[in-house]
Antibody, heavy 121, light 108 residues
Framework: QLQLQESGPGLVKPSETLSLTCSVS??????????WGWIRQPPGKGLEWIAS???????YYSPSLKSRVTISVDTSKNQFSLKLTSVTASDTAVYYC?????????????WGQGTLVTVSS | SYVLTQPPSVSVAPGQTARITCGGN??????VHWYQQKPGLAPVLLIY???DRPSRIPERFSGSSSGNTATLTISRVEADDEADYYC???????????FGGGTKLTVL
């Protein structure tokens, strides 16, 4: 089964760019059955979808974050990444990476353990 | 954008049946998925395609969906079922994933 692991800085300054990477093991990121995605959860709050993409480049973004978010895939490293620009304190959250399946009815079947990113000077 | 509405909390005694609802406009025409999240842990997929279960999920967990409401049913509730539960759909009209606000299940 797939295993996903997030990595990246735990502290980001306001106005800077948050960058996270998700390493995938137990399967290939080029598997066309899968999409890859990011979800976040502010402390004490619910889940918020950020973005998803296929390895071939089809991308989907949350409308509320679209202007600040980029998701990308590195097939050579079996990883995918998230960049969120111009962060503020409201971007403080646990960030999860996950795999999506479902051929148009996508659900998140495997999740990383999550990484807490705090935005603070 | 599409909105999913869940009750903030549901309480149930051990051994009883818990029902957690997820409301959305004509949600019965979409495919609803459910997740369980325990404190400090990542969400776990419970139900996909309205009522299918991953093999690792006990049969006590079931799902249904019709009209404007989807329901997660937990039979013979155990103390270990105390957690937050989220519904989710992929809105094909806007090509985005949507989560409900989550429901905290308390086992009395």
């Amino acid at each position: 089964q797939l295993q996903l692991q997030e990595s990246g800085p735990g502290l980001v300054k306001p106005s800077e760019t948050l960058s996270l990477t998700c390493s995938v093991s137990g399967g290939s990121i080029t598997n066309s059955d899968y999409y890859w995605g990011w979800i976040r959860q502010p402390p004490g709050k619910g889940l918020e979808w950020i973005a998803s993409m296929s390895y071939s480049g089809t991308t989907y973004y949350s409308p509320s974050l679209k202007s600040r978010v980029t998701i990308s895939v590195d097939t050579s490293k079996n990883q995918f990444s998230l960049k969120l620009t111009s962060v503020t304190a409201s971007d403080t959250a646990v960030y999860y990476c996950a795999s999506l399946v479902g051929g148009g009815w996508y659900w998140f079947d495997y999740w990383g353990q999550g990484t807490l990113v705090t935005v603070s000077s | 954008s599409y909105v999913l509405t869940q009750p903030p909390s549901v309480s149930v005694a051990p051994g009883q049946t818990a029902r957690i609802t997820c409301g959305g406009n004509n949600i019965g025409s979409k495919s609803v998925h459910w997740y369980q999240q325990k404190p400090g842990l990542a969400p776990v997929l419970l139900i996909y395609f309205d009522y299918d279960r991953p093999s690792r999920i006990p049969e006590r967990f079931s799902g249904s969906s019709s009209g404007n409401t989807a329901t997660l049913t937990i039979s013979r509730v155990e103390a270990d079922d105390e957690a937050d539960y989220y519904c989710q759909v992929w809105d094909s009209n806007s090509d985005q994933s949507v989560f409900g606000g989550g429901t905290k299940l308390t086992v009395l």
